[in-house]
Each structure stands twice: as structure tokens, then as C-alpha cells.
């Protein structure tokens, strides 16, 4: 029997124009999914390079019930790769038939990895920020920023969105590229406290590789919705236990594991499980309330997982199957067995 | 910048024709590296579909000092898909700059796992059996089988070849296939105490998914060397402790993990690090003797590591390019950078 993979480049996945309807209900129904215990979600594990080479590679393997389809992404997080004229996360997503574990596709998950996870911050917000948010503050200027304007620009009715990142020509490039793609004014700051300010939905998107407070506790107006999701802490470390609601995508995933948010001072026990409102999944399926009052402070971390990976992966493989995009490898051309 | 990646596929693998001797020297390079740690091996992961499909996936990610490449090998593990006629193993290697975290190689690693196991056997037992062993005994007839008797009677002066495994017809069908290979007799035998009297070499590569005695502590002859590695225990569990020596691979990943020889009994604290002899690959490099004595009987419980993978997926990478073997594909024509 002839074992043949599908591959998706990049390019692929650009020429394929994927809806942003189609990817938010693609990553909707994996966090539906997850709300109704239907996946298997092993802790993400981590291949740490950071002695040598200030990097390291996330693994986050998955397994959607509904699609009966596994998934394994491999993601290197190399914050200083703007050196190299490379992304800094680089992705590659596997996916496998559940029941006999057979590959069938390979994926550059590098945009990908941006649209779920903007698709998460947007899916996020819908539930969790006043559905009457006007000023989006936004930090960060790369890879899945792009995604998260974008989606949360189709949700609410902004007025302002503000974006700043650390370095000066990359927020300015980001702004005027972001203008463009959404036909509305994004304003470059040059501080997160002004990006900030007065913001009812504020993204942390950005790459800390030490923990560092952008996001201060008292910059959080009542009302707010705040969701940082580096790999380092970059609000106070009271404010997810003293928000009014503190939200996680996987809770399991958000207590273990090297890298994330709240990873540390959730091994120190300064955050615990009691501080925890929900997992979004059982927001999403009406299990929880999300928003109740318009005054809540709310905190969502979304340390992302291979749920997302797999479900908009599927999307992508279906697509390319469908548009005939993607080149068609044959891993073995006979099955190997002796 | 684009960047490309080599598709190297089972058939690819086959073109190639790698010696007995390159694969061995790329392997025991990996256990060198191990010994003189300089290697990053976080533990094995796994995605378990057992209650679905009784499957699961093995994550093995791993980095090689020496080459500066890293690697994440995702295999699965499905015993009944012979059903299938499929391999009860599917494995794919994703091979990385370790710099930047940029993929440059993807390639079925089925037969490379293999390959990778048989060598680890046979360079465990140029260490820890007798030199002057003279029957092998051996149980198990798919994947790794193949590659343990290649390379074992290629560095022992072997009379006798014992074969068994649980089908008639697959035994049957490998001893012939092994005969013809090796050009000399390969026995299939009925029951693993025939294969395993008086062996001074046992192995035993079945693939049991509930525990089962295939090795009595009471077959064990003085002097011989026992290499069980399923993924369930088929030995008595007293063995690896009242052996004389008692070597794994890594005992960090031994320790953990859900699946493994010795796992459970390592969970339930009857086999501690205490019985531990050596890694093979502080035997390898010279840090402590291998066997030292004719009569000592060692259990070599190799788990398989991520080492082996990349080393010789490195190999298989390199080989590729030198014969223009393999299929270039772009990931990404233009390095994503918004």
C-alpha cells in the first residue's frame, strides 16, 4: 500500500486566502471541542537550546475527537531572529489518521500559528470584553499580532488602536502595514503605557525574554479585558488572582511546562487553581458565563495548544485538498513490512 | 530569504544504501555524545490514543552538541496494524538548525527507527556481551528485528540464529527473509524458550501490549546478555536487579514516561537507580568497563532516544544531498516577516 503525504508550504497556505470567518469557526470548534472534553492534550514539552543559542522549540501534540485527526507541531522560539531576516517562531505542524497513526499531511504552521492564536485572542475577547470596546492597546508588532488586530478589528467597533513594540521602525512598519490591510488608522506609541491607556481590550503580544511590567496593574480600568500570553510575565504578578475573572485556555498546560505568562508564579504558588475562573472551552460552550458585568476586570492567558494547530490545520489540509494546492509526496511507495 | 527543506522519503532511504558500518559509527557518535553530555534530551512525550484506537504516538525531540542540529522524531505505535498492512511503526524526523530554529530536513524515519534500534543492540552488545557468543537467541520478527540480527551477525561469529514471534506465518516469513540475507540459516522456532536455551545473546523486540514472561530469570544463562526493550515488561521482574550489571540507555527517559520495558516497576519503586550499572553511553566512551567478567549475566534495556534519531537522520540528510537523492521543497519562498 502506497503511503502519500500531502505538503504545504507557506506559499500554500497564503494562496489558499482562508476567510478570517473560516478560521475563527475552525479554531472556535477546537475550543469547543476542548469545552466538551473531547481531545486528547498531553503537556506542550520543550526542547531548550537557551545555553547555547538564546532559544528553544516548543512540541505540542494533539488529538481532535470530532475530526478523529492527531497532530504534533514543532515551533522554535528564537526571540533575537530578526538578525537572520527570519521569523522568530518557525513552525512545522504533522498531521496523523488517529487510528492507525499514518501521516498525511505536513504543514508550515508559522502563519498558521499566528491565526489560531490571533483567532483565540479574538474568539477571547468576544466572550470576555465589553462588546462596546473602542480602544484596542496592542503590544507587540510581530508574527501573531498581524492576526490578532485583524480578528479583533472584525469583532468590535474600534475608534482607536494603538500598537507599540520595542523596537521603533518595526512599530511604524506594523502600523502602516496594519492601516493598510484594515483600512482604518493603527497608531504607532512609543510606550506601552500609552498604548494602553485607557483601553478596554489590551493585548500583550510581545517577546520578552525577561519578565518585565508592561502592563501595571493600575493601568487596568474597570472593565477591561487584558491578554498577554509571552513567554515571560509582563503584568504585575497580582493582577490575574485580583482581576474578577481569570481565564486560561488549558489549565493543565498553563501550570506546567518551562515557558508561559504565569508558568512561574504559578511554580511558586503565588497563582493557583482557585484564582481560576474558567478554561475558555467551557466559556465558548455556555458551561460558564463569560462577561457578566461591565465593570469586571478580566485576565485571559492563552498559552496556546495544539487543539487550535490541528483544527486549523485540517482547515488548511482540506482546503489544499479541495483547490489542488500543496505537493503531493509519496512517504513510502510500498508499506514497509518485513 | 526562501527557505527549503529536503524531503527525504522511505523509498529515498532505500536508494541510498547505507553500510552496516556508517550507520553503526553515525550511531555509536550518538552515544559518545551522550556519554560526554553534549547533548539537550528533555524526556520522551507521548500522545496516547489507547482508549480510542490502541495507539499511541512517541515524541522523541533531541539535540547533538557535535553537529549543532536539532530533531523531534514522531512515531507512532500501533500493534495491530499489520491489520492495516501498515508498519506497526510510522515515523517522521524533522531535522533543525539549532541557531535559529529553522527546519531544514523531513524524513520517514521508519526505517531509520529501525535501524537506529538494531545498531544500539548490537553496539550494547559489542560492549556487554561475550565475544565469543555463539547463539542468539531471538524474539520478535517486525521493524527492528530485522536491523538487530543484520548487525548483531555482523560483529559475532554466530552458529545458531533462533527466531521467534507470536505468528506462525510471520516468523516463518522472517527467518526466510533473514536466511536469504544473511546467507546463512535463520531458525524459527515456536516459542520463546526454545529461541532463548542457552543463548548467550537474547533479545527480545516483541511487541507486547500486556506483560508477559517471554524471559524467566531462570533461562538466563551465566555470561549472557539479555536486550528487552518492548514496550510493556517480558522478562520476570527480578531480572534487571539480580542481573550482575543492568545498563540502560538514559535513565532519566527510562524513569519516566508511560511506556517502557521497566517503566512500571520503576514507578512502583521495585527497580531504583540503585541497580543501575552504567549508561551504555558511559561505556561507550570509556568511563566504565563494559563486561568484565565471562559469567556475569547484563540486561541492556535500550528505550530509545532522540541521539540515535538525529544522528542518523543527519547521516541520511547528508547522504541525500551528496547523491542528489530526496525531493527540495520551499517552505517559504520569502521568510515570513511582517
Redesign the interface.
Same mark, same amino acid.
Request: net charge negative.
Given at each position: 500500500?502506497k503511503?502519500e503525504i500531502l505538503?504545504v508550504? =507557506?506559499?500554500d497556505v497564503d494562496l489558499l486566502e482562508l476567510t478570517d470567518t473560516e478560521v475563527l469557526e475552525a479554531v472556535e470548534t477546537g475550543l469547543r471541542a476542548h469545552g466538551d472534553r473531547q481531545v *486528547?492534550l498531553?503537556?506542550k514539552?520543550?526542547?531548550? +537550546?537557551e545555553e547555547? &543559542?538564546e =532559544?528553544h522549540?516548543n512540541?505540542l501534540?494533539? #488529538?481532535v =475527537?470530532g475530526l478523529?485527526v492527531?497532530g504534533?507541531k514543532?515551533i =522554535?522560539? #528564537?526571540a533575537h531572529? &530578526?538578525r &537572520?531576516? +527570519?521569523?522568530s517562531?518557525?513552525a512545522?505542524l504533522?498531521l #496523523?489518521h488517529? $487510528?492507525? /497513526?499514518?501521516?498525511f499531511a505536513?504543514l508550515?504552521a508559522?502563519?498558521l500559528t499566528w491565526m489560531r492564536t490571533g483567532a483565540v485572542t479574538a474568539i477571547g475577547a468576544r466572550h470576555l470584553a465589553r462588546s462596546d470596546s473602542r480602544v484596542l492597546g496592542h503590544i507587540g508588532?510581530? /508574527?501573531t499580532?498581524?492576526y490578532n488586530l485583524r480578528y479583533l478589528a472584525g469583532i468590535f467597533d474600534l475608534d482607536e488602536i494603538r500598537v507599540t513594540s520595542r523596537r521603533p521602525e518595526s512599530r511604524a512598519?506594523?502600523a502602516r502595514?496594519m492601516s493598510e490591510e484594515l483600512g482604518r488608522d493603527v497608531v504607532a506609541v512609543d510606550t506601552a503605557a500609552e498604548a494602553i491607556d485607557g483601553a478596554q481590550i489590551i493585548v500583550d503580544a510581545s517577546r520578552l525574554t525577561e519578565p518585565a511590567v508592561l502592563v501595571p496593574t493600575a493601568a487596568v480600568q474597570p472593565g477591561a479585558l487584558v491578554v498577554p500570553y509571552g513567554a515571560v510575565m509582563s503584568t504585575e504578578a497580582d493582577l490575574p488572582a485580583t482581576a474578577e475573572k481569570f481565564v486560561v485556555d488549558d489549565w493543565e498546560q498553563a501550570a506546567r511546562g518551562q515557558f508561559g505568562q504565569y508558568t512561574e508564579i504559578i511554580r511558586t504558588g503565588e497563582l493557583v487553581r482557585e484564582h481560576l475562573y474558567a478554561e475558555i472551552g467551557e466559556i465558548v460552550t455556555g458551561r460558564k458565563p463569560g462577561r457578566e458585568r461591565p465593570d469586571e476586570r478580566i485576565v485571559f492567558w492563552h498559552r496556546g495548544f495544539a487543539i487550535s494547530d490541528v483544527m486549523l490545520g485540517n482547515l488548511i489540509y482540506e482546503r489544499s485538498v479541495a483547490a489542488g494546492v500543496g505537493?503531493r509526496? *509519496?512517504?513510502?511507495?510500498a508499506?514497509? $513490512? +518485513?
Open positions: 500500500m503511503i505538503f508550504s =507557506g506559499d *486528547v498531553p503537556p514539552s520543550h526542547l531548550s +537550546l547555547r &543559542h =532559544g522549540f512540541i501534540p494533539g #488529538y =475527537g478523529d492527531a504534533v514543532i =522554535g522560539d #528564537y531572529n &530578526h &537572520h531576516a +527570519l521569523p517562531e518557525l512545522l504533522t #496523523y488517529a $487510528e492507525t /497513526g499514518t501521516p505536513i508550515d508559522t502563519r508588532a510581530r /508574527g499580532s498581524r512598519e506594523f502595514a505537493s509526496l *509519496v512517504l513510502q511507495s508499506a514497509y $513490512e +518485513l
